[in-house]
């Protein structure tokens, strides 16, 4: 079973930077597509940006709304992965709860959508101020 937590939420103001880290450990066979989703006040979740850990950095996806500004990567250790989310230039409406979650892929590829996504972290709470 995949287990996964998040860490590096915050409080920042409008133009400043957060690094989210996703610690998985378990089942590293469900793991192969990695992501972040966050939930902002309305109900719907998006999926932030994803990444292949299999191809690593190389197949890689982001929302419209944060392409330029966060970048996802990974950091491979023995039989786990760590996934990271490097957010700068943050703005108010990036305000919300970040989950890290774990999928396999569909037709080989891994898509931002979380009907994907089997393992899910806890979130951590990412606010950004005016």
């Known amino acids: 079973q995949v287990q996964l937590v998040e860490s590096g939420g915050g409080s920042v103001e409008a133009g400043g930077s957060l690094r989210l880290s996703c610690s998985t450990s378990?089942?590293?066979?469900?793991?192969?597509?990695m992501g972040w989703f966050r939930q902002p006040p309305s109900p719907q979740r998006e999926g932030v940006a994803i990444?292949?850990?299999?191809?690593?950095?190389?197949?890689?996806?982001?929302a419209d709304s944060v392409k330029g500004r966060f970048t996802i990567s990974q950091d491979n250790a023995e039989n786990t992965v760590t996934v990271y989310l490097e957010m700068n230039d943050l703005k108010p409406e990036d305000t919300g709860k970040y989950y890290c979650?774990?999928?396999?892929?569909?037709?080989?590829?891994?898509?931002?959508?979380?009907?994907?996504?089997?393992?899910w972290g806890m979130g951590t709470q990412v606010t950004v101020s005016y």
């Open positions: 979650a774990a999928g396999l892929p569909r037709g080989g590829t891994c898509y931002r959508d979380q009907e994907q996504y089997g393992s």
């Open positions: 990444i292949n850990t299999l191809t690593g950095s190389g197949e890689t996806a982001y």
């Open positions: 378990g089942y590293t066979y469900g793991m192969k597509c």
